[in-house]
């Protein structure tokens, strides 16, 4: 460690500060005072209110910072003689933004705020300095934030892609077990032995309805790996909307009585017809109405609108709006829930019916609403004041599609 009084305070701050008269240099020297400390020792503290200024005249330090709770703190940079810490806190009267923590035994220049202060107002050229520096530190704090953030994204799409192939493989998997399963149940219904069996013809009946479901939930990951894969091609033709929102909800009849749920459709008498898929928008219709149903609690309501709207750019379309009285969603997961696997709360509440209260899904029916949506061009989204299972505030749901899908 160099004795402190043999260090030259003028050649340091000289290193530090370009361009200081020798006066101005000099005032510096005055106020700063020359402090050895050893390894390991905290000149700045994340969080921590403090008024000094330093310079390093000798020895080393690292710049830290938490990202987050998970991980351990990250090095910002390195800080030898020359370089100056602690500045940003003192200008912005805020506590430290990063910790400063001597690598070495290291001697610094030590100088309080009042008197940092009345210098930055006494020396134009040295308040220059410092924002030159510290903007240049900020630029390459956010070069690195910036190349963090790809890198993440960059592992995030190599995971979803995984997960993704995961599910287009569990699909596959599933589809030929499940269509032979079918297959026997079949046959063996057709069994004289079978027909005059209740019991057993109902037993059957369970085993097919369990099948159907777990067809229906292979379907919607095939759907949900087409639409991320960006494979997923529409073929349009002209689409009554009208009839499709009353076919769906006619398909739904037996989940609205058993849920004791009255179920109205208006449809405004201009609703036009549309180009479109008319499977796929059969699809996000059905998915909608479905969680209309499972998140609303016996006795409420269901109104589904239809209307001609203008989108984007005054483009002709229509828009389906599907209004519960269930149990709302609070704002934080309304852009969420159209993510695949995204599901609010948890999902203890698994079921085998499609519409039984909160039965849990396999969180995929947004997604694939969202996707179809996407393809045609149109748009999906939520409304809701928030999630309460006291008041039920209730969601609508609204699914814009134009009256011509892009051009493939
Ligand atoms: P799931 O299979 O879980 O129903 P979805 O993708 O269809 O998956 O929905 C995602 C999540 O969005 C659901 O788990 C639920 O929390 C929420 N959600 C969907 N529709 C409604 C609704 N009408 N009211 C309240 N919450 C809803």
């Given at each position: 460690m160099p004795d402190t009084h043999i260090i030259d305070k003028i050649a340091i701050l000289k290193q530090t500060f370009d361009g200081l008269t020798d006066d101005e240099l000099s005032d510096l020297a005055k106020l700063t005072h020359l402090t050895s400390y050893p390894e390991g020792h905290i000149l700045c503290r994340e969080g921590a209110f403090e008024e000094v200024f330093y310079i390093v005249a000798d020895g080393q330090a690292v710049i830290t910072k938490k990202?987050?709770?998970?991980?351990s703190e990250r090095v910002l940079r390195n800080a030898g003689p020359g370089d100056f810490v602690g500045e940003m806190a003192l200008i912005q009267n805020a506590p430290r933004a990063a910790t400063v923590r001597a690598v070495t035994e290291c001697t610094v220049l030590e100088m309080g705020k009042s008197d940092f202060e009345s210098m930055l107002r006494r020396s134009p050229r040295m308040a220059l300095s410092i924002i030159r520096t510290t903007l240049s530190r900020m630029r390459a704090n956010d070069q690195m934030a910036i190349q963090d953030l790809q890198r993440t994204n960059k592992l995030l799409r190599v995971l979803d892609r995984n997960k993704l192939e995961f599910i287009q493989v569990a699909a596959h998997e599933l589809r030929t077990p499940l269509t032979v399963l079918k297959g026997y149940v079949n046959v063996m219904k057709s069994l004289p032995q079978m027909k005059d069996n209740a019991a057993i013809a109902e037993i059957m009946d369970g085993i097919n309805k369990g099948a159907e479901r777990m067809h229906e939930i292979v379907n919607m990951m095939l759907d949900v790996t087409r639409i991320d894969n960006d494979t997923l091609r529409i073929v349009p033709s002209p689409v009554p909307i009208r009839s499709v929102v009353n076919e769906v909800v006619h398909d739904f009849s037996k989940g609205f009585a058993e849920r004791n749920i009255a179920a109205s459709v208006e449809h405004a008498e201009d609703t036009p017809m549309i180009n479109a898929d008319p499977t796929l928008v059969q699809k996000a219709l059905y998915h909608l109405i479905m969680n209309a149903i499972k998140y609303t609690p016996d006795g409420g309501q269901i109104t589904i609108r239809t209307r001609p709207v203008k989108m984007e750019r005054d483009r002709p379309g229509v828009e389906v709006s599907i209004k519960d009285t269930g149990i709302g969603l609070d704002s934080e997961h309304q852009e969420l829930?159209?993510?695949?696997?995204y599901q609010v709360g948890?999902?203890?509440?698994?079921?085998?019916?499609?519409?039984?209260?909160?039965?849990?899904?396999?969180?995929?029916g947004l997604a694939i609403a969202r996707g179809v949506a996407r393809a045609h061009g149109g748009k999906i989204w939520v409304e809701s004041a928030g999630h309460d299972?006291?008041?039920?505030?209730g969601s609508t749901f609204y699914l814009q599609l134009p009256l011509n899908p892009p051009a493939a």
């Open positions: 990202i987050s709770d998970h991980e829930i159209f993510e695949k696997f948890s999902v203890a509440l698994h079921s085998s019916s499609k519409t039984a209260f909160k039965g849990g899904g396999p969180g995929l299972e006291t008041h039920f505030p």
